[in-house]
């Protein structure tokens, strides 16, 4: 991201908030990934993103990118909506049959195709 912002300027930055390393107790941390410490890459992350809009992400924020495009978060931090999102599940109007068709599991293990 640092070497992006370089290039363009990111006006808004939208992730999970703080990095899960910072709420570990020191034993969590030796379990996971053997008890390194916040990674280098997400230090320059967050260095970079506070020079933007920093905006922590959580499921069922709402963020409008143009008139056209509104985008929904669904999942952020282990977190997800509980609630289906209005007219989840329906057809989608943008991707016909058979384009779009739902995939199926057949009977052989770790295969999937088309219906």
Partial sequence: ???L???LP???YV???RNIREIQTPEQQAHDKGGHGIDKLFLAYTAVREK???IVAQPGTRIELEPDVDLRIVASAGKVL???LPGAGGPNPACPPPAC???IRPK???????S
């Fill in 1 to 3: 991201m640092p070497a």
């Fill in 5 to 7: 912002s370089e290039k």
């Fill in 10 to 12: 990111i006006l808004n």
């Fill in 15 to 17: 992730d999970h908030g």
């Fill in 52 to 54: 933007g809009n920093h």
């Fill in 82 to 84: 509980l609630e289906p």
């Fill in 101 to 103: 068709a739902p995939m």
């Fill in 108 to 114: 052989t293990r770790n295969r999937f195709r088309a």
